[in-house]
Each structure stands twice: as C-alpha cells, then as structure tokens.
C-alpha cells in the first residue's frame, strides 16, 4: 500500500528541520555575547578600536584589517598584541583582560 504524499512530505520536512538544528549555531556564537573565546575576543577589540582610534585620529578613518597576538597567543584569560589598520599609520599594542563577564580591553597606541 502507498503512503499518501503528505506523510512523505512531513518525513522530509522533519528530516530537514533536524539536519537545520544540527548546524545551528551554538548560544556563544552570537560576537554581541561576550565568551571567553577568541571569536569573541576580537570582535570585542576590533569594535572598540575603531571608537578609540576615531577619537585618537579625527581626520583619519580607521579600516579594521586584523589582530595579531604575541606570544604565547590568545588564552582563555586573554592576551596583547597588535591592531592592523588598512592604513600602516594607525592601529598598534593592545591588551584584552576576560573580567568574568565581558572583554576589558586597552588600547596602547592613542
């Protein structure tokens, strides 16, 4: 006997809804949520850099590039290193502390 096509229709719905679950992203993935991941981490330094070296250099845009961090690299705690601009004139040091809560970050170079 055949199943009707709406049965085949909810298997397959069903099926798909469980393979779209299984990729979702995970309750610390979202970078406005602070976690004590390196994701995390350098959103939180680039999204303040680009407040503080607007502040340091008015006349200048900043254009976040990237994050380089110094030896021994990024740890859960944290770490320093360096900010790159798009301009070679801006960016420089920074250092990122995990409070408990959220990133505190200071930024060397203004």
Request: hydrophobic share 40%.
């Amino acid at each position: 006997m055949r199943k009707p096509f709406h049965c085949g229709a909810v298997a397959v719905l069903s099926t798909a809804a469980v393979v779209l679950a299984a990729y979702a992203p995970s309750a610390g993935a979202d970078p406005y949520t602070p976690a004590q991941t390196q994701d995390s981490a350098e959103f939180a330094i680039a999204d303040g850099y680009i407040a503080v070296q607007a502040v340091c250099t008015p006349d200048l845009s900043p254009v976040f590039e990237s994050v380089t961090w110094d030896s021994p690299g990024f740890t859960p705690e944290g770490g320093s290193g360096m900010m790159h601009d798009a301009n070679p004139d801006l960016g420089g040091h920074f250092a990122a502390t995990w409070s408990g809560e959220n990133w505190a970050v200071e930024y060397q170079f203004c």
